[in-house]
T-cell receptor, first 111, second 111 residues
Framework: KQEVTQIPAALSVPEGENLVLNCSFT??????LQWFRQDPGKGLTSLLL?????REQTSGRLNASLDKSSGRSTLYIAASQPGDSATYLC??????????FGGGTRVLVKP | DAMVIQNPRYQVTQFGKPVTLSCSQT?????MYWYQQKSSQAPKLLFH???????NEADTPDNFQSRRPNTSFCFLDIRSPGLGDAAMYLC??????????FGPGTRLTVT
């Protein structure tokens, strides 16, 4: 059974510092991995999707890497801003149409 | 803009009174999902439709049902809501199980 873990559960950084969010999964037989952002009381916004054949994806200040063999993905957010404060969730897709989510990392960027 | 829409955004129901949550999409995606998310937890998949095929998760209570009358709409019916069913309900769509796009969610309160 696939298990996805995100550590730390919460992170607080001063504005301008780079953010590094970690995601690990137990079964490397995945099709893709998706990073989401969730603001309090809101739905999920897809940030990046990495296919299993890819090593990384970039969008603006966001960069996500994938090391399938070791079961790890890292989301980097450069030059953090207070508006980056949110919960970040990673999810992996294996066989079938189901995503398995990690518990999320709650990020606070202090001005 | 193509999107996933959920109505209502906030729903209050009484203990045991049936309630229906609605999801519609303009993305023309063939897969639609319903997730339950409780406070500070990861989303939990309840069921999904792949085209017209209904796929129920093994641990989804019988109290939860779903209907998909056409490609654009999907409904979540809770037959007899209990206090433990208070949560955010998230609808998502994807094209053939690829990247998932989420709606803003419906927050359900049970009194």
């Amino acid at each position: 059974k696939q298990e996805v873990t995100q550590i730390p559960a919460a992170l607080s950084v001063p504005e301008g510092e780079n953010l590094v969010l970690n995601c690990s999964f137990t079964d490397s037989a995945i099709y893709n991995l998706q990073w989401f952002r969730q603001d309090p009381g809101k739905g999920l916004t897809s940030l990046l999707l990495i296919q299993s054949s890819q090593r990384e994806q970039t969008s603006g200040r966001l960069n996500a890497s994938l090391d399938k063999s070791s079961g790890r993905s890292t989301l980097y957010i450069a030059a953090s801003q207070p508006g980056d404060s949110a919960t970040y969730l990673c999810a992996v897709k294996a066989a079938g149409n189901k995503l398995t989510f990690g518990g999320g990392t709650r990020v606070l960027v202090k001005p | 803009d193509a999107m996933v829409i959920q109505n209502p955004r906030y729903q209050v129901t009484q203990f045991g009174k049936p309630v229906t949550l609605s999801c519609s999409q303009t993305l023309n995606h063939n897969v639609m999902y319903w997730y339950q998310q409780k406070s500070s937890q990861a989303p939990k998949l309840l069921f999904h439709y792949y085209d017209k095929d209904f796929n129920n998760e093994a641990d989804t209570p019988d109290n939860f049902q779903s209907r998909r009358p056409n490609t654009s709409f999907c409904f979540l019916d809770i037959r007899s809501p209990g206090l433990g069913d208070a949560a955010m309900y998230l609808c998502a769509t994807s094209a053939d199980g690829y990247e998932q796009y989420f709606g803003p969610g419906t927050r359900l309160t049970v009194t």
